[in-house]
């Protein structure tokens, strides 16, 4: 073997150490890029899941919510049907009133009536 091939074999195992190190490069940065994006799908599938989370609570929030605004509904038209049937109700106060001035007047009338006979 003479010097220029002891040479030439120097060099040819400093290329394949080059390229070596080349690909280890390209396979660190597949590598973390694999890992990447096992990390963005697994944040992907998890943030659907705290969504479709959000949304059912939301959902049961919103049913609860409607059944008490639907029960103080209920409480305030009961409320308002006894007012009215003792007669508290603002209408039929205005009613009762005008009813009364006019039995006033009527009587006013009828006394009237016989104070003249």
Same mark, same amino acid.
């Given at each position: 073997m003479t010097k220029l091939d002891t040479i030439k074999g120097k060099v040819s195992e400093a290329?394949?150490?080059?390229r070596k190190i080349w690909l280890a490069g390209l396979g660190a940065y597949g590598k973390s890029f694999d890992e990447a994006q096992g990390q963005y799908d697994k944040l992907t599938a998890e943030a *659907? !899941?705290?969504?479709?989370?959000l949304v059912e609570? *939301?959902?049961?929030?919103e049913t609860e919510a409607k059944a008490k605004i639907k029960s103080k509904t209920n409480v305030e038209e009961r409320v308002a049907?006894?007012?009215k049937k003792l007669g508290l109700d603002k209408a039929s106060?205005?009613? !009762?009133?005008e009813e009364l001035s006019a039995k006033i007047d009527a009587l006013t009338d009828a006394v009237a009536k016989l104070a003249a006979k």
């Open positions: 290329e394949e150490f080059a *659907g !899941k705290v969504f479709e989370d609570k *939301g959902e049961s929030l049907e006894v007012r106060s205005e009613d !009762k009133v």
